[in-house]
């Protein structure tokens, strides 16, 4: 990974992961589901869309902390969608990250209310968010519930529930993915453009960006599942594969989806290019996703 | 009832009803999610809680319009905490209203992301509305969600599936109820407060209004449950004894809970009385909810 990077992902990580911890310190909640929350927003991960929330307003130069709320309420709704997507009644996973998935540890009931929790409460934190105007707190908020709602992420992980054991193509592969991983990969670069107050030529470069960007990471998560380090991934390798998941790869082997990859890589730097942002972090984002697969 | 309380109920429930069937009319939804959530949005019930909202609004001489979309939003939010309390991983229940539940129609996963959706889209549709500054928006946002969340209804929720077994005290069962069903029936009143720029003792006397018509709606719930006509209430009598579930009845008996219904509703109306409104809608409505289980 890139130096500059590399810095950047881990000192905003930190601090980031530091503002996770104290989430819920001053509210008044029953015990056992603050803590079945906390179990999984404190689960890890990449912190991948609160970073390129940040990223992105650093390009325009602004401060990260404009966007500190926005970024709480996106990875409170991503890790709600994970919760509720680990259930018995949706994918019925009993690992995450090498840990046991929320359901398991506290139970399938407080497992769909710790993710309604989540949900609920991302909204809340933004619209009690004193750093934005109210105006552009409700455009985030409205911009928010439709990237994750049923037009966005819910729909796209209905229709993924739906293709169980059917053979997609490649196009309909694309149009699930746009919705259940990319309109949230989506809306931190364009929240970002709000907050910054970007024109509207640049919000929609920044916009094309994010969507080759998003599918990008979905083709890289596909690929790592087959070629990847079963350590480093934290999930069984191949385990796409074996439940019969329609992914790029078994589309269109690792070397085609490879190919797509880089394609996807390639249209997202062009259109930073025309943002004069393709040195920065953000091109360096896109760049890292190409490589972590070689 | 009360032939104007009556007249105001069924003409708002015609209208109300009418906006929700349209919810999703210019929404790209796909098929099954959208039917799934249109099942339990239509499935009917009293609209207790937008009629709420527009008779505070009416009391204040304010245009029932100006609520229609904050009204909408809570409706969407109490239907979702609905599917999501018959899955079997909360109530197991399998009828509603004489229906079957959602899940049992469009299976677990979907009935869990049909929840995950009316919830999300419903601050999509506050955030949304024109009619109101940016600054109530956010305001009714955050109240909504706060009230919805862990510190509100999902947490009483979360309290409700743990005291499942136990024997309670009154006083636990009363905190439970003033966030699991009391949130939601505290937040049209003060929704409409806002909206109609009421004062800031107008709005304490509104809300100790609301709190005490919220027990007094449970406790009616409880007492109808026992001694009800099935047929009206669209569910087996004395479901909640067989279920071993502690209601106002099992704590009080049928004339202790009566009584305490009475209190509640008495404790109402003088705090509308501060306001001059204990002679309308909102009088009318506490007076109903006594009258009914007798």
Not at 91 to 96: E, F, K, M, S
């Amino acid at each position: 990974m890139n130096e500059a990077l590399n810095a950047y992902l881990a000192e905003k990580k930190e601090w980031f992961d530091d503002q996770l911890a104290k989430l819920f310190d001053h509210a008044s909640i029953t015990p056992k589901l603050k803590n079945s929350m906390l179990y999984s927003i404190k689960a890890g991960g990449k912190r991948i869309r609160p970073i390129l929330l940040f990223a992105t307003l650093h390009s325009f130069g602004r401060d990260e902390k404009l966007g500190l709320k926005t970024a709480l309420g996106l990875e409170m709704i991503h890790t709600y969608s994970l919760i509720h997507d680990d259930l018995p009644a949706m994918d019925n996973d009993t690992l995450r990250r090498g840990q046991p998935t929320n359901h398991v540890v506290y139970g399938d009931g407080t497992a769909v209310l710790a993710g309604d929790g989540l949900l609920t409460a991302a909204f809340q934190m933004v619209a009690d968010d004193q750093r934005l105007d109210a105006a552009v707190r409700v455009a985030l908020i409205g911009m928010l519930a439709k990237a994750a709602g049923p037009e966005g992420m819910v729909g796209g992980q209905e229709d993924d529930l739906e293709a169980e054991g059917k053979l997609l193509h490649l196009e309909e592969l694309m149009s699930i993915h746009k919705r259940k991983t990319g309109a949230l990969i989506r809306f931190p670069v364009e929240a970002a453009a709000i907050i910054a107050e970007a024109t509207e030529l640049q919000t929609e470069a920044l916009i094309r960006y994010s969507e080759h960007l998003g599918l990008a990471f979905q083709i890289g998560d596909d690929i790592l599942d087959v070629v990847g380090d079963e350590e480093a991934l934290g999930k069984t390798i191949g385990s796409d594969l074996a439940n019969k998941k329609n992914t790029y790869v078994s589309l269109l082997r690792v070397d085609g989806a490879k190919e797509k990859l880089a394609q996807e890589v390639k249209q997202a730097l062009a259109n930073l290019k025309e943002l004069g942002f393709e040195d920065g972090l953000l091109g360096d984002l896109a760049r890292y996703l190409e490589k972590r697969t070689h």
